[in-house]
C-alpha cells in the first residue's frame, strides 16, 4: 500500500494551489483591465475622427473641390497619429483615402448588419483597430451616402500587452513558487508543537507512564489531542498498575498452596508413617490441588472474557427456580451460620443458564458468609418494564467502606486485607460476577449501609 504523502507536503501544496489560483484571477483582471484601457481610449479616437469626418462630410456639396475636401480630411487627421482614414462611395469611388496610409477600400466592400462596426485588420506591416459607418451627404435635395473607415495602429498597444503578460505570468509563476516556500516554512514553524509532542511520546516507557502533556502549553487546535492522550496515558497506566498488582497477586495466591503442599510433603517424608497417616496427607493435599485447580479455572475464565472468546449458550432461564436450587444446597450451611434465606418475587429471562447460576452463586455465598447469626438474606427478582431484569441479593452485616465499593469487582481485592482465609477464596468471585453481567450487557451496583448492604444486578433479556 502506498503511504500517503506528508502533512507538510498537503499543506504546503495547497498554499501553492491557492496562490497559483488567486494570483492567475488577479493577472487575468489585470490584463483585461489594461486590454480594455486600450480599446477604450482607440474607440474614443476612432469615435473623434469619425464625427469630425461626419461633420465634413454633412457641410460638403458639389461645388467644393476634391482637392479642398482633401485638405479639410487631412485637417481632421492632424493630432491623431496613426490614424488612416478611407472613405468610398457606392459605386465603389474613392473619395478620400490617407496619404501612404493601408488599402481600406476591401473593409468598406465588406457588408454588415451594424452601423460603427469596430474590428481588428491586418496588413504586413502593421495591425489596425478600425471602425467602419455608413454616412449621408444631407445639404443637398439627393443625398449621397458614403462608405468610411477609420483605422487607428495598435502595433505599439500590442506591443506592450505582450511584454506585459510575459512580465505578469513570470510574477504569477514566481509567486506562486514563493508562497509555497513560505507556506512550507509557515507549516514546518506551525508543527513545531507536534514535534514537541511526539519527543516527549518518545520518552515514555512502561516505567515512565505518569508523564502527562500540558494542554496549555499546546495551540487551542492540540488541545483535545493532549487531553484525549492523557486520558489515554491514564488508563493505560491504570491497566498497567492492576496487571502489576494482578501478577503480584498472583504469585502471592499461589504461592500460599504450594508452600503448603511443599511443607506437608516435606513432614510426611520426614519419617516412615502408616499408610492411614499417608491417605490423611494427601486428601489436604487434595484441598490445596482443588484450590488451585478452581483459582486457574477462574482465571481462565477471567482471561476469555476480556478478550470476548466466551460465547453465551442462550435459553430460558428460570431465575426464581435457579435461586431456590442455591437455597437447598446452601441450606446447610446457613443453618450452621443461623442465617435465613427468603426469596421474593419470579423472573425469566432468555440467558446463560450456567452464567447467571454461578452469578447467583457467588452473590449468595458472600452475602451467607457476611451476615450475623440470627439474620435473613433476601433475594429479590422483579420483571420490570422494558424486558428488563432486576436481581438483588440484601444481607445485613458489616458496611463496606466507601472508598472500597469501586474496588470490590477488581480481581484479588478484599475489604479487610489482613484477613486472608481459605474459605473466602482468592478474591475473583465479584470479579467473575461483573465479567459475566458485562457479558450480558448488563449492570451491577452496590449500596452498604447500616442496616445492609445490597448488590443489584439489571439484565436486559437477549430476545
Not at 518518545?202 to 492523557?230: K, M, Y
Not at 452485616?397 to 477488581?410: K, R, S
Request: with cysteine; hydrophobic share 40%; aromatic share 6%.
Amino acid at each position: 500500500m502506498r503511504r500517503p504523502p506528508s502533512l507538510t507536503l498537503r499543506l504546503t501544496l495547497l498554499f501553492a494551489i491557492a496562490a497559483a489560483i488567486v494570483l492567475t484571477g488577479f493577472g487575468w483582471i489585470i490584463e483585461r483591465s489594461i486590454e480594455r484601457h486600450f480599446e477604450i481610449e482607440d474607440d474614443a479616437e476612432l469615435a473623434s475622427v469619425a464625427h469630425a469626418v461626419s461633420q465634413t462630410l454633412a457641410g460638403h456639396d458639389a461645388t467644393n473641390s476634391p482637392v479642398a475636401l482633401a485638405q479639410r480630411f487631412n485637417d481632421v487627421l492632424v493630432g491623431h497619429h496613426g490614424t488612416v482614414l478611407h472613405i468610398t462611395t457606392p459605386d465603389g469611388y474613392t473619395l478620400f483615402s490617407s496619404p501612404g496610409g493601408p488599402d481600406l477600400s476591401s473593409l468598406n466592400q465588406t457588408t454588415f448588419d451594424n452601423n460603427d462596426k469596430i474590428r481588428h485588420w491586418s496588413d504586413a506591416k502593421h495591425t489596425y483597430r478600425v471602425l467602419t459607418r455608413h454616412l449621408a451627404e444631407n445639404n443637398t435635395t439627393t443625398p449621397r451616402y458614403y462608405t468610411m473607415s477609420v483605422a487607428v495602429a495598435i502595433n505599439s498597444h500590442l506591443r506592450f500587452l505582450d511584454h506585459f503578460r510575459l512580465t505578469l505570468w513570470l510574477m504569477v509563476a514566481s509567486g506562486t513558487v514563493l508562497m509555497g516556500l513560505m507556506g512550507w516554512i509557515a507549516v514546518r514553524r506551525g508543527h513545531a508543537p507536534l514535534h514537541t509532542i511526539v519527543t516527549q511520546i518518545h520518552r515514555i516507557s512502561a516505567n515512565e507512564l505518569n508523564t502527562r502533556l500540558s494542554p496549555e502549553t499546546v495551540p487551542r487546535e492540540l488541545t483535545d489531542l493532549a487531553n484525549s492522550f492523557n486520558d489515554m496515558l491514564a488508563r493505560m497506566e491504570e491497566a498497567f498498575q492492576r496487571l502489576s498488582n494482578f501478577s503480584a497477586d498472583i504469585a502471592h495466591e499461589l504461592r500460599t498452596p504450594v508452600t503448603s503442599l511443599l511443607t506437608q510433603t516435606q513432614v510426611a517424608l520426614s519419617q516412615s508413617r502408616s499408610n492411614d497417616e499417608y491417605r490423611e496427607i494427601l486428601y489436604s493435599n487434595i484441598e490445596e490441588y482443588e484450590r488451585m485447580a478452581q483459582m486457574i479455572g477462574d482465571m481462565l475464565f477471567l482471561a476469555k472474557a476480556d478478550n470476548g472468546q466466551y460465547q453465551l449458550n442462550r435459553t430460558d432461564v428460570d431465575l426464581a427456580k435457579e435461586v431456590q436450587d442455591l437455597f437447598e444446597y446452601y441450606e446447610a450451611w446457613a443453618e450452621e451460620q443461623g442465617v435465613a434465606l427468603v426469596l421474593h418475587g419470579t423472573a425469566t429471562m432468555l440467558a446463560d443458564r450456567l452464567m447467571l447460576r454461578r452469578v447467583l452463586n457467588n452473590l449468595l455465598s458472600n452475602a451467607i458468609r457476611h451476615s450475623p447469626s440470627g439474620n435473613t438474606v433476601h433475594v429479590r427478582l422483579e420483571q420490570l418494564p422494558g424486558q428488563t431484569i432486576s436481581i438483588s441479593v440484601e444481607n445485613p452485616g458489616p458496611v463496606i467502606p466507601a472508598e472500597h465499593i469501586p474496588l470490590l469487582f477488581n480481581r484479588f481485592h478484599r475489604v479487610d486485607a489482613s484477613r486472608h482465609r481459605s474459605d473466602e477464596g482468592a478474591g475473583l468471585g465479584l470479579s467473575i460476577v461483573k465479567s459475566i453481567i458485562d457479558i450480558h450487557g448488563g449492570s451491577i451496583k452496590v449500596e452498604s449501609t447500616e442496616k445492609c448492604t445490597r448488590f443489584r444486578v439489571i439484565l436486559h433479556n437477549l430476545n
